[in-house]
């Protein structure tokens, strides 16, 4: 049966969007459907701001940040008046089902629509990290690398002038990024929500890194532990002793934007075409994340003289997506 199917992005932007839109859009398509972008999130859903979507529509987006849906925080969307609005507006256009991509509040947002009897599903994106059902989520892996690289250049800076620096990341309230931005860069101290930590902590290990002669002491800050200018004045005020200079850095949006690794175009491909899937599958009211990531140890037995199959299922996708 021809279905009718609707797509938005919603919350904060993350790389790999796009790559997500166009997979939704394009594997919609080949399974005969008609395809509908929603602009700038719930706020263009409850507006009506949706337009008709084809495979041309979305061609040359993979490798472009941001969402050429736009997004928006829409706080009207939390009441029921405001989901009223929605509803009418997908009932107007006789849509079927709607593909939310988002991260926390977005796939909130999209379970309440689902409760009120519309068939949502959801595409785990958010570069925090924190969205319970998936391992990963779009824009990790890019934003992470952001992060890194700015970690990377001032440890060579710190290194010159022996200063310890405090570098903040995104992550709202989770640590991950920060936490794995941390250990692949190497920092010498980690300050996440989920482990509280004290300045006084920090001071002593700062001081014993400079005993033990390192030229830097970089301290990877998450947002949702302390605020790095904040951190930066109390080390000057309350602790001289750290032995290095201290400077602090806020890296904020600059870690969300820009163009998607290859990682993260794979996964939002990947995740858009699950959420299609489920379509087809009228398997609604979920989210379609990514999952299994544990390090493992296999018997030699079981791998020597085999080699690893190409997943199959990922050359039947680049066929769909070559539209
Ligand atoms: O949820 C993604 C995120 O980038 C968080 O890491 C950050 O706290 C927040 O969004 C910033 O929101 P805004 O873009 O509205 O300032």
Excluded at 186 to 191: M, N, Q, R, Y
Aim: proline residues 3%; charged residues 20%.
């Amino acid at each position: 049966m021809t279905k009718r199917i609707a797509v938005l992005t919603s919350g904060g932007d993350a790389p790999g969007m796009n790559a997500a839109i166009r997979a939704v859009v394009r594997c919609g398509v080949h399974e005969g459907w008609e395809v509908f972008g929603v602009r700038n999130g719930y706020k263009g859903l409850m507006e009506g701001d949706i337009l008709q979507l084809g495979p041309r529509d979305v061609g040359g987006i993979i490798q472009l940040g941001g969402t050429i849906l736009g997004s928006a925080r829409a706080p009207e969307f939390k009441e029921v008046a405001g989901r009223e609005k929605a509803l009418a507006q997908l009932r107007q256009r006789e849509i079927d089902a709607l593909v939310v991509i988002g991260g926390n509040g977005s796939q909130t947002g999209a379970n309440a629509l689902y409760e009120m009897g519309f068939p949502v599903v959801g595409v785990a994106s958010t570069i925090d990290n924190d969205l319970y059902g998936s391992d990963i989520t779009i824009g990790v892996d890019t934003a992470l690398n952001i992060a890194l690289e700015a970690i990377d250049r001032l440890k060579t800076t710190a290194s010159s002038h022996r200063r310890a620096f405090l570098v903040e990341v995104m992550g709202r309230d989770s640590g991950y990024l920060a936490l794995m931005a941390g250990i692949a860069g190497g920092a010498e101290a980690i300050l996440i929500p989920e482990v509280p930590t004290t300045p006084e902590q920090v001071a002593r290990e700062i001081h014993a890194a400079y005993e033990r002669g390192k030229l830097h002491g970089l301290i990877v800050v998450a947002e949702g532990a302390y605020d790095a200018d904040e951190l930066l004045a109390y080390f000057k005020e309350h602790h001289p002793e750290l032995g290095f200079e201290i400077r602090a850095t806020t890296l904020g949006h600059v870690q969300r934007g820009g163009a998607p690794g290859a990682f993260d175009r794979l996964l939002a491909t990947r995740l858009g075409a699950g959420a299609v899937k489920a379509i087809a599958e009228g398997n609604y009211g979920v989210l379609v994340g990514s999952k299994a990531t544990e390090i493992i140890a296999t018997p030699y037995a079981e791998i020597v003289g085999k080699k690893k199959p190409l997943d199959m299922r990922m050359v039947e996708l680049a066929n769909v997506l070559t539209q």
